[in-house]
C-alpha cells in the first residue's frame, strides 16, 4: 500500500522514500540568495549547451529574494559558458548596477526590468536570439498544439507585435512588452523572438525557454512538410498543460538539467 503522501503534481511519487528532488526550503535570505544565484549560473551554462549563444544577446534575471526591486542576471559580453558565481551582477530597475564588475545588457535591463517592476509576482525571466525561436517569431502566429509538448503552452503564451523587430533600447518598449506578460509563461515577440517568464523559480523559466525553442523547431519541421497537422483538441491540450506545463513541472524538468552540469562543470560556483 502506498503512503499518503501530500502533492502538487501528478509527478511526485505517492510513496515514501524514494529518491525525487524536493523543493528547496531555507533558514536565511542569504542561504536563499545563494542557491538562486547557483541556478542562474547553472541556466546560463545550460543555454550555453543548447547552443542559445549569440554574442553578447541573451539575457536570464532572477529577483533577489531579500530586496525584491533588484535582480540578478548575467554579466554583459561573458559567454553563457563563462559566467559563474562570481561574475554575476546586481542590478535595479532603473539598470544601474549596484553590486558587481560588469556592465548590464541594456536590451535585458530595458524588457526584464520592465516585466520584474510591472509584475511582482514574476521572479525570473529568459530571453535569448535563438535559431528556431528567431525563425518561428516572424510569422507573427503562436504556436500550435501540434504535440503534447507544445500543449504546454496552449494559452499560456502570447505574441508580442509591439516594437517588433525593432532593437528594445528604449524604456517605453520594455513596457510595452511588459503587459502582455499577465498571467502567462511565455512570450513570441514577433520577428525578435522567445521570453519565459516564472512566478516560481530561474529553473523554471529556462526549461520553458527551452522547450518553447525546441517546440518552434518542431512546428517548422511540420509546416515545411506542407502537410496539415492534426492538432491537440483544445480539452485535451488544456488537460496536458495542467499536467505537465505548470512552473513546478518546468522545474523538476530542470533538477537532471542542473545535476549534470554540477558534476561537469566544476568551475560553476568559482
Request: glycine fraction near 6%; charged fraction near 20%.
Amino acid at each position: 500500500m502506498l503512503d499518503s503522501v501530500k502533492r502538487i503534481s501528478v509527478y511526485q511519487p505517492e510513496q515514501r522514500g524514494l529518491n525525487f528532488p524536493e523543493l528547496p526550503e531555507f533558514k536565511t535570505p542569504a542561504e536563499e540568495r545563494l542557491h538562486l544565484q547557483k541556478r542562474l549560473v547553472a541556466a546560463c551554462r545550460a543555454f550555453a549547451q543548447q547552443g542559445f549563444d549569440y554574442g553578447f544577446a541573451g539575457h536570464l534575471t532572477i529577483r533577489d529574494p531579500e530586496h525584491p526591486h533588484l535582480y540578478w542576471t548575467n554579466p554583459m559580453a561573458v559567454h553563457f559558458d563563462q559566467v559563474r558565481l562570481s561574475n554575476l551582477i546586481l542590478v535595479d530597475h532603473e539598470g544601474r548596477v549596484v553590486q558587481g564588475d560588469y556592465a548590464v545588457n541594456r536590451a535585458g535591463f530595458v524588457l526584464h526590468a520592465a516585466v520584474h517592476e510591472a509584475h511582482p509576482d514574476i521572479v525570473a525571466m529568459c530571453h535569448a536570439h535563438t535559431e528556431y525561436g528567431t525563425a518561428f517569431s516572424a510569422l507573427g502566429k503562436p504556436l500550435a498544439p501540434i504535440s503534447q509538448d507544445a500543449a504546454a503552452f496552449f494559452e499560456d503564451h502570447v505574441v508580442i507585435g509591439d516594437e517588433a523587430g525593432q532593437v528594445a533600447v528604449e524604456v517605453k518598449a520594455g513596457h510595452r512588452v511588459a503587459n502582455a506578460f499577465a498571467g502567462v509563461k511565455a512570450a513570441i515577440h514577433q520577428n525578435h523572438g522567445l521570453l519565459t517568464a516564472s512566478r516560481h523559480s530561474i529553473e523554471s523559466a529556462a526549461f520553458w525557454f527551452i522547450a518553447l525553442e525546441r517546440c518552434c523547431k518542431q512546428q517548422l519541421l511540420v509546416m515545411a512538410t506542407g502537410e496539415t497537422p492534426r492538432l491537440v483538441p483544445p480539452e485535451k491540450a488544456r488537460y496536458s498543460r495542467e499536467h505537465v506545463g505548470s512552473d513546478y513541472i518546468g522545474w523538476l524538468h530542470f533538477q537532471p538539467i542542473y545535476d549534470q552540469l554540477v558534476a561537469t562543470q566544476p568551475d560553476m560556483f568559482t
